[in-house]
C-alpha cells in the first residue's frame, strides 16, 4: 500500500516506528503537499467572492497550479520512499566474491544517485510552490490571509528537509561532477526558496 493511502494516523504512526521508511524525505514531501494545499484552499476562498473580482483571473490561474502542484507533491512522498527502499536493497546483495562487491558497490553509487535526485526534484517543485503562493499575496481573501502564512512555513519546512536528504544521499556519492552538479543546484533552490517563504510570511504579518 502507498504511503498516501494510510490514514493521516497510519502515517504517523508509522513515521514514529522504527521501520526505516518513511523518513524524513517524505515527511519533507509531505509538509509542502500541506502548504500547497492551504494556498489552494485560498484560492477556493476568493474565487467567486464580489470584493477579489478584479483578481478573478490571476486567482483561477494560481488555483489551477496548485492543483497540479498538490497532485505532484502528493506522489513525491512515496517517490522518496521508494528511492530509499532502492538504497537499502543493495544491502540484500551478495558480496562475496569480488565480482559481486563490484556488482554492489556499482548498484549503491547508483541508487544514492536516484536517492539524491528524487529530494531534489522535490525542491523544485517545493520551489515552484513558493512562487505560486506568492502571487496570491494582496489578491486573496483576507480572512484566510493566515493560511498562506502557514502555506509558506510549510513548504519553506519542506524545501529545508528536501536539502538534507539531498545532502545526505551526496556524501556517499564517489562522482565528484554529480555531486558538485547537485549542490549547486541545490544550493541556489534552497536560497530561492527561504527568500520566498520569508517574505510571504512577513507579508503576512502585515494583515493578520
Do not use: H
Not at 514514529?16 to 500541506?34: E, R
Not at 556499482?106 to 505560486?132: N, T
Not at 528537509?161 to 541545490?186: H, M, P
Request: hydrophobic share 45%; glycine share 6%; proline share 2%.
Amino acid at each position: 500500500m502507498k504511503l498516501v493511502e494510510l490514514t493521516v494516523s497510519e502515517f504517523i504512526e508509522t513515521l514514529g516506528s522504527d521501520a526505516p521508511a518513511p523518513g524524513g524525505g517524505s515527511a519533507a514531501a509531505l509538509s509542502a503537499t500541506m502548504g500547497i494545499s492551504l494556498t489552494k484552499m485560498v484560492c477556493e476562498l476568493t474565487i467567486g467572492k464580489k470584493k477579489y473580482a478584479e483578481y478573478e483571473d490571476e486567482i483561477k490561474l494560481v488555483f489551477d497550479e496548485t492543483k497540479q502542484l498538490q497532485k505532484n507533491l502528493l506522489e513525491a512522498i512515496d517517490k522518496d520512499t521508494e528511492a530509499f527502499n532502492a538504497v537499502s536493497a543493495v544491502f540484500s546483495m551478495p558480496k562475496d566474491t569480488d565480482d559481486e562487491k563490484a556488482a554492489r558497490r556499482a548498484a549503491m553509487q547508483s541508487a544514492l544517485e536516484g536517492a539524491a535526485k528524487s529530494p531534489l526534484d522535490m525542491m523544485k517543485l517545493m520551489l515552484e510552490a513558493l512562487e505560486v503562493t506568492k502571487r496570491a499575496i494582496g489578491k486573496s481573501n483576507t480572512n484566510a490571509a493566515s493560511d498562506l502564512g502557514v502555506a509558506a512555513l510549510s513548504l519553506k519546512a519542506g524545501i529545508q528537509g528536501a536539502w538534507l536528504n539531498v545532502l545526505i544521499n551526496l556524501s556517499g556519492i564517489k562522482n565528484e561532477e554529480f555531486v558538485a552538479s547537485y549542490r549547486q543546484d541545490g544550493e541556489a533552490l534552497l536560497a530561492k526558496g527561504c527568500l520566498l517563504a520569508d517574505e510571504i510570511y512577513e507579508e503576512t504579518l502585515k494583515v493578520v
